[in-house]
């Protein structure tokens, strides 16, 4: 595996350095470079770096790779940067191919590193001190983003695929991201060398502990570093997909209303690292395009327009023409109060989503057995949708006997899901512990749905037989809805994406009762 994953990456470095995949440049810069760097604690980090023609001083990009993938990842874009006239440098986090040390997971070693490669720079090259720069996907995003809280040096960012709360990522609601850990747990034994925190927390994870398994999650997550970042000032860039099954979107959200500094967010349809992918390898691509624009506007001062921008753009969730808003609150449309109506497993007959409150009704679903209503494969799902191929689920099909189902009338208009879609259920569950998984369907004529977002919630210390109301926020998203079509709330138990903590056996009861209703609050606009 590791020598397979070499051998492309060496094939894509040929092809750059050849210049079959790099644009034509009016000054060829130098490089690569192949070079070791050593950081503060004596760790050999291996790097590459391209020299921009002409004399200095020239900004710089730190581009800090991914997970998993070494410094060849971003040689491509290393070139474009430096025939645009930066310094460009990659390096391979530790613990990962080349690199000494161990996998940290985004500790201080690795914000450590960032810092001494800055260092590197500024004493091997023409770089500017006052001019530099850091991106990354993924990994490299989000050590880009913990490295410039802690270094004043670091004057712009981009962060692709980024997290912005690692515990929130990995357990969201206390519901383990099974498949996602499960990739990120393989691909880091399989490229590089675990360090004795991430063995401990895979041991944790693996015995069910949350407790242990995340006390690395804080000082590893950039919304822990607000203040740090905020008081720097670094001009930051944020751009993932809506369907990312590692690091949501609405994290992302919350951790940009927070931030304090220039500052642009750019979602769009896609999974983990695939609206930026063809841009990795050098093709035209919307996302690397802003990047671009960004280092150029914040560490070149060219006047392109981009922070005169409305600083939220977004393409809708299954595709469609960039549009901006001036900000995350202009984006979310005001939601519509939708009351849960009561139903029944009898010839599967779903409920109502209607706009006065209906109370009094209770249904049992049998707990632990999945339906037809699922999230999809991790990487896989999300990045079909990309392509505008989205999941689907014939919600006639979904068995009440283990799920509750409720759909809007008819829509006699279009109109656009906008924003964060929030569920407020009553559901009592016959064991201590359960887990209830929520998604939002656009419903066409003929029953299909069109999953649109989706989110689980666990209980872990609840009372059998006593009732507890669930505040559950799905993820985000622009959706157009169009006339003839339904929206649908669905809830079940079990989904592949998640280790829950349903049991065959057990049942959860859903229910409104009087003087709390249950409801969907869906941004419609």
Same mark, same amino acid.
């Given at each position: 595996?590791?020598?397979?994953?070499?051998?492309?990456?060496?094939?894509?470095?040929?092809?750059?350095?050849?210049? @079959?995949?790099?644009? %034509?440049?009016?000054?060829?810069?130098?490089?690569?470079?192949?070079?070791?760097?050593?950081?503060?604690?004596?760790?050999?980090?291996?790097?590459?770096?391209?020299?921009?023609?002409?004399?200095?001083?020239?900004?710089?990009?730190?581009?800090?790779?991914?997970?998993?993938?070494?410094?060849?990842?971003?040689?491509?874009?290393?070139?474009?940067?430096?025939?645009?006239?930066?310094?460009?440098?990659?390096?391979?986090?530790?613990?990962?191919?080349?690199?000494?040390?161990?996998?940290?997971?985004?500790?201080?070693?690795?914000?450590?590193?960032?810092?001494?490669?800055?260092?590197?720079?500024?004493?091997?090259?023409?770089?500017?001190?006052?001019?530099?720069?850091?991106?990354?996907?993924?990994?490299?995003?989000?050590?880009?983003?913990?490295?410039?809280?802690?270094?004043?040096?670091?004057?712009?960012?981009?962060?692709?695929?980024?997290?912005?709360?690692?515990?929130?990522?990995?357990?969201?609601?206390?519901?383990?991201?099974?498949?996602?850990?499960?990739?990120?747990?393989?691909?880091?034994?399989?490229?590089?060398?675990?360090?004795?925190?991430?063995?401990?927390?895979?041991?944790?994870?693996? =015995?069910?502990?949350?407790?242990?398994?995340?006390?690395?999650?804080?000082?590893?997550?950039?919304?822990?570093?607000?203040?740090?970042?905020?008081?720097?000032?670094?001009?930051?860039?944020?751009?993932?997909?809506?369907?990312?099954?590692?690091?949501?979107?609405?994290?992302?959200?919350?951790?940009?209303?927070?931030?304090?500094?220039?500052?642009?967010?750019?979602?769009?349809?896609?999974?983990?690292?695939?609206?930026?992918?063809?841009?990795?390898?050098?093709?035209?691509?919307?996302?690397?395009?802003?990047?671009?624009?960004?280092?150029?506007?914040?560490?070149?001062?060219?006047?392109?327009?981009?922070?005169?921008?409305?600083?939220?753009?977004?393409?809708?969730?299954?595709?469609?023409?960039?549009?901006?808003?001036?900000?995350?609150?202009?984006?979310?449309?005001?939601?519509?109060?939708?009351?849960?109506?009561?139903?029944?497993?009898?010839?599967?007959?779903?409920?109502?989503? %209607?706009?006065?409150?209906?109370?009094?009704?209770?249904?049992?679903?049998?707990?632990?057995?999945?339906?037809?209503?699922?999230?999809?494969?991790?990487?896989?799902?999300?990045?079909?949708?990309?392509?505008?191929?989205?999941?689907?689920?014939?919600?006639?099909?979904?068995?009440?006997?283990?799920?509750? %189902?409720?759909?809007?009338?008819?829509?006699?208009?279009?109109?656009?899901?906008?924003?964060?879609?929030?569920?407020?259920?009553?559901?009592?569950?016959?064991?201590?512990?359960?887990?209830?998984?929520?998604?939002?369907?656009?419903?066409?004529?003929?029953?299909?749905?069109?999953?649109?977002?989706?989110?689980?919630?666990?209980?872990?210390?609840?009372?059998?037989?006593?009732?507890?109301?669930?505040?559950?926020?799905?993820?985000?998203? %622009?959706?157009?809805?169009?006339?003839?079509? =339904?929206?649908?709330?669905?809830?079940?138990?079990?989904?592949?994406?998640?280790?829950?903590?349903?049991?065959?056996?057990?049942?959860?009861?859903? @229910?409104?009762?009087?003087?709390?209703?249950? =409801?969907?609050?869906?941004?419609?606009?």
């Amino acid at each position: 595996m590791r020598r397979f994953v070499l051998l492309l990456l060496a094939a894509l470095t040929a092809l750059v350095t050849s210049g @079959s995949l790099a644009p %034509v440049a009016s000054a060829a810069p130098a490089g690569p470079e192949f070079l070791t760097i050593t950081s503060k604690d004596g760790t050999k980090l291996g790097a590459h770096l391209f020299r921009p023609a002409g004399p200095g001083p020239h900004p710089a990009v730190v581009l800090i790779s991914s997970w998993s993938v070494n410094n060849l990842e971003y040689i491509a874009q290393t070139r474009k940067l430096a025939e645009a006239g930066y310094v460009a440098l990659s390096y391979t986090t530790r613990g990962f191919w080349e690199s000494g040390g161990t996998i940290e997971v985004a500790g201080p070693e690795d914000v450590q590193d960032a810092s001494s490669v800055v260092d590197w720079v500024l004493a091997n090259t023409s770089a500017d001190p006052a001019k530099i720069g850091m991106a990354g996907v993924s990994y490299g995003a989000g050590i880009s983003m913990l490295t410039a809280a802690k270094d004043k040096r670091v004057r712009a960012v981009a962060a692709l695929s980024a997290w912005a709360d690692l515990a929130a990522a990995l357990l969201p609601n206390q519901t383990w991201s099974q498949q996602a850990i499960g990739l990120l747990a393989l691909a880091g034994r399989l490229t590089g060398r675990p360090g004795a925190k991430l063995q401990h927390t895979l041991a944790a994870y693996e =015995r069910n502990d949350r407790v242990e398994a995340m006390k690395l999650a804080p000082e590893r997550s950039p919304a822990h570093q607000l203040a740090g970042l905020n008081a720097n000032k670094p001009a930051v860039l944020i751009a993932n997909g809506w369907s990312d099954s590692l690091f949501p979107a609405g994290q992302l959200a919350d951790y940009y209303n927070q931030l304090q500094l220039p500052k642009r967010l750019e979602f769009q349809p896609g999974d983990h690292a695939v609206p930026e992918l063809t841009g990795i390898i050098g093709l035209p691509n919307d996302t690397w395009t802003s990047v671009h624009r960004w280092f150029d506007r914040h560490l070149r001062g060219q006047a392109n327009g981009i922070d005169k921008e409305q600083p939220v753009q977004v393409r809708p969730t299954l595709g469609g023409s960039w549009k901006g808003y001036d900000s995350w609150a202009a984006l979310e449309a005001a939601p519509k109060k939708l009351y849960l109506s009561g139903l029944t497993p009898v010839l599967n007959r779903t409920g109502e989503l %209607v706009s006065s409150a209906r109370t009094g009704w209770s249904h049992k679903a049998d707990a632990g057995i999945d339906t037809i209503a699922n999230g999809g494969t991790a990487i896989l799902t999300g990045g079909a949708e990309a392509l505008g191929i989205p999941q689907f689920a014939w919600i006639p099909g979904v068995l009440r006997t283990n799920a509750g %189902v409720w759909q809007t009338p008819v829509l006699t208009s279009p109109a656009t899901v906008r924003g964060t879609p929030r569920l407020h259920l009553t559901v009592t569950p016959s064991s201590a512990r359960a887990t209830v998984v929520a998604y939002l369907y656009d419903v066409g004529p003929t029953g299909t749905g069109r999953l649109l977002t989706h989110q689980p919630h666990t209980l872990l210390e609840a009372t059998p037989g006593k009732p507890t109301a669930l505040n559950i926020s799905l993820d985000p998203l %622009v959706h157009p809805v169009p006339a003839g079509h =339904r929206v649908a709330v669905v809830v079940d138990t079990v989904d592949g994406l998640y280790r829950g903590e349903s049991k065959i056996g057990s049942s959860v009861t859903f @229910s409104s009762p009087a003087d709390n209703p249950s =409801r969907l609050d869906l941004p419609l606009g």
